[in-house]
Each structure stands twice: as C-alpha cells, then as structure tokens.
C-alpha cells in the first residue's frame, strides 16, 4: 500500500504558495503590459481607435514620447524583459502623467478620468520589487545565470 502525501488545501487566510503567486505575478504583468501596449500604439498610430478624437502627435513631443514608452515599455513588461528599470521607469511615467494632466481637473482619480494612470504607478511600482514572476525572460536570464555560476 502506498500513501502519498495529501495536498495542501489553500485557505483564505493563508498566502497561497509561492508557485502559484508568482505564477499569477507573470498573468498580471503580462495583461497589464499588453493593454499598456495599445495605449502606446493609440497615441502613436491611431489604432485602437481614441474614443475621444485626438490631433496627430508632432514627433519628440511629450505626448509622443509617451506614446513611445508606453508601447516599448509595455512590451517589455508583457514578456518581462528588464522588467525592475523599465516598471521604475514606468512608475514615473504614470506618476507624471497623473500630476501633470489629471491633478490639475481634480486631485481625485475617480473624478479626474486619473485611475489607470494611479494604478498603473502603484503596478509598476510593485514590479520594482517583486520582479517580473517565473514566467518572464528576466527568470530564464536568471536561471541560467545561476546554473553556469553553480558549476564553478
């Protein structure tokens, strides 16, 4: 007769395992990258279409630089590429764009039309620290990195 181990039920009181937060970790960063994408391509390229119609960007403008951190920076994110300097640059991005653009209409998000660019800040703001998850080019960098310097 063999007996196995039984699996851990998750509880809601307890963190989940660690396997599985940075799993979701990499879901997150990588939905949040590509939607941060399509707001870079909207300013750059008109696509997806603005609800709000919006002049052509005049090239190394604010807004088109914007544009162009928003679609490189995304991209990056979504495969998780250098994902803690591109998050932190990011992070300011956001934090700009809000107190910039948003804070002079109103300092609350909600009546500002300012919540993506908070939540955005405070997600890339946490990719600084927590990293870009398991499923990420930064981890497959790092695991190889650990198995060359584990053999000397």
């Known amino acids: 007769m ?3 181990k039984p699996e851990k ?8 395992p660690a ?3 940075s799993r979701m970790l990499s879901i997150f960063r990588i939905v949040a990258g590509l939607v941060f994408v399509t707001a870079g391509t909207t300013i750059l ?5 603005s609800p709000v119609p919006m002049p052509p960007i005049p090239t190394m403008s604010q807004l088109w630089i ?3 951190l928003e679609m490189v920076g995304g991209l990056f994110i979504a495969v998780g590429f250098l994902t803690r300097p591109v998050a932190f640059l990011l ?14 209409q109103s300092f609350f998000p909600t009546t500002s039309m300012g919540v993506p660019a908070v939540l955005y800040c405070f997600f890339y703001l946490y990719l600084v620290f927590a990293g870009g998850g398991v499923w990420s080019v930064d981890s497959v960098i790092a695991r190889k990195r650990q198995t060359v310097d584990g053999r000397r």
């Open 45 to 49: 390229f008109g696509f997806p279409p």
């Open 19 to 21: 396997l599985w937060t």
């Open 66 to 68: 914007g544009g162009v």
């Open 2 to 4: 063999t007996t196995s």
């Open 91 to 104: 992070a300011g991005e956001m934090a700009v764009a809000y107190f910039q653009f948003h804070v002079p």
């Open 9 to 16: 039920r998750m509880s809601i009181f307890e963190p989940a």
